[in-house]
């Protein structure tokens, strides 16, 4: 049964940091990709990045290119996303999820998720 347990939010002042991390048990990350995508109160949920773990590959939301870094720990089956010079509007329920390829596009391709974490960006 595959799983994905996210952790690491919490409340952050603007342009502080956070390290997001989204352990995933029953696949192999080798042969999937995982994204992560949040939800802020009364928004639809977006994609923010996402990486194929078969090469590396990686993709970002243009919102968030140049602060967030996706990348992946094997020997941990752990996906991170560190996020930097955060701001105000990155407030919100982050989640990863499991998918064949990475892909921002479509939420289609994406079967498995975790429960999710907050993130509070504020003074």
């Known amino acids: 049964q595959v799983q994905l347990v996210e952790s690491g939010g919490g409340l952050v002042p603007p342009g502080g940091s956070l390290r997001l991390s989204c352990a995933a048990s029953g696949l192999i990350l080798d042969y999937s990709a995982i994204g992560w995508f949040r939800q802020a109160p009364g928004k639809y949920r977006e994609g923010v990045s996402c990486?194929?773990?078969?090469?590396?590959?990686?993709d970002y939301a243009d919102s968030v290119k140049g602060r967030f870094t996706i990348a992946r720990d094997h020997a941990e089956n752990t996906v991170y996303l560190q996020m930097n010079s955060l701001k105000p509007e990155d407030t919100a329920v982050y989640y990863c999820a499991t998918a064949p390829m990475c892909t921002l596009v479509t939420m289609t391709p994406y079967e498995h998720w975790g429960q999710g974490t907050q993130v509070t960006v504020s003074s």
């Open positions: 990486i194929n773990n078969s090469d590396g590959s990686t």
